[in-house]
């Protein structure tokens, strides 16, 4: 059965760095995008960085050059490594996975997500 286990999150000061992981399992992980959100309260949940099954990434302006996704097919994980840690990246952090099923129809799967606190 498909299960999404998120680990990395914490407290961290400002300027400091994080490596979050999603570990799936139960999926073919090679054919899935995979991407990480964050939730902030009160907002609505953001993309944060993509990795596409042809490992192209993405990412939001807000984290270019400081965040880096990436993959490892060998243990079916995800990685969000999180350098230059801003205040303002304080959030619940998501995992997911998608795969397009249909013409704008997609198979999503989301980890449980973790806390990410940026504070002095």
């Known amino acids: 059965q498909m299960q999404l286990m998120v680990f990395g999150g914490g407290l961290v000061p400002p300027v400091g760095s994080l490596r979050l992981s999603c570990a799936a399992s139960?999926?073919?992980?090679?054919?899935?995008?995979k991407a990480w959100y964050l939730q902030a309260p009160g907002r609505a949940r953001e993309l944060v960085a993509v990795i596409t099954s042809g490992c192209n990434t993405n990412y939001a302006d807000s984290v270019q050059g400081r965040f880096t996704v990436s993959g490892d097919n060998a243990n079916d994980t995800v990685y969000l490594q999180m350098n230059s840690l801003k205040p303002e990246d304080t959030a619940v952090y998501y995992c997911?996975?998608?795969?397009?099923?249909?013409?704008?129809?997609?198979?999503?799967?989301w980890g449980q997500g973790t806390q990410v606190t940026v504070s002095s």
């Open positions: 997911s996975f998608r795969r397009a099923i249909a013409y704008l129809k997609y198979q999503n799967f």
């Open positions: 139960g999926i073919t992980f090679r054919v899935y995008q």
